[in-house]
């Protein structure tokens, strides 16, 4: 019998995904974030038989869940439960130095959103958690009990991009400690000027759990170290397709990238290039892809999506 329920996952932009991968049968792919598994077994079809697929989440459920229901494909593949940060030493530990194809799709998956136990989503009523990775100690309860006001509302700027940061961080403290979701969902709210609020959306703590979320699992330095060594991994013509879902993460992929695609590297104003940096990977689309009418009406979560990858000189 089932001990998990069937993920509830819908993965996003997953032809268009598939598409710019290219997949050919032998391949050696790493999916760094299996969630649900939607690419992981798209991915499987088509480099099977003789590909490897090594599929990598750090939510421990994710992976147990995917054995569960998948195990004839997860019989064939490595799955690794890490974070996608780590990915040279996964492929060290595995004998392996370079891939053909790098995925990931960022962010959580809906089985984490609508877990209420994870304390991720302020509808319902649960610990404040958002751990990603349970076996890590911190979580949202140490971040918004014991930072001081000024790192608090700086988290809630730099990675909620929220103008009211100071205001939500003051009434968080003045309201501490705080334990449940709800309960840090009212101060947030409360702490927005009423005109504003009327005239919001989205649900006025969606940016500052964002926030903490990001700083719960440092998310933009396990991003960078991740781009950089996937980048590094990759074979010659090899291809990294990255999707992301709000405008900090999409940056960081962005310039990551962009840094990787510049020939010359000289400060700005050296006349003649003395550097002899060449670009180490091309960009696939000009523009990053969004998703298309259709699936933001069949899927709302994907409305913020955005696709972007490259290939490697
Ligand atoms: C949007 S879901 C992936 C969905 C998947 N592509 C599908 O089609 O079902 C994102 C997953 O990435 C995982 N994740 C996020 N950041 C990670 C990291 N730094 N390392 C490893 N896994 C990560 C999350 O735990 C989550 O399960």
Redesign the pocket.
Known sequence: MSVMEQTK?V?VMLEEVIEMLDLKQGMIVVD????????TQEIYKRIMPGGTLIA????SD?INRFKEHYPEIAKDILIVHS???HIRKVLKEHNMRYVDRIVA?????SD?IEEGGRGFSFSGDNIIDMR?DRSKSLSAINIVNEFSEKELADVIFLYGDERFSRRIAKAICDKRPIISTKELADIISKAIPISVRKKMKMHPATKTFQAIRIAVNDEYE?LKTFLTEGIDVLQSSGRFVVVSFHSGEDRVVKNIFRTNARGCICDEGVPVCCCEHEPVVQFLTKKAIKPSEEEIARNPRSRSARLRGVIKK
Do not use: E, F, R, V
């Not at 760094?32 to 690419?39: F, H, Q, S």
């Not at 990598?56 to 939510?59: A, L, M, N, R």
């Not at 799709?105 to 998956?109: F, P, R």
């Open positions: 996952h993965s760094a974030t299996l969630g649900g598994g939607g690419y990598c989440d750090q939510d994710a974070n996608y940060s799709d960022l962010g959580l998956s984490q990603m396990h």
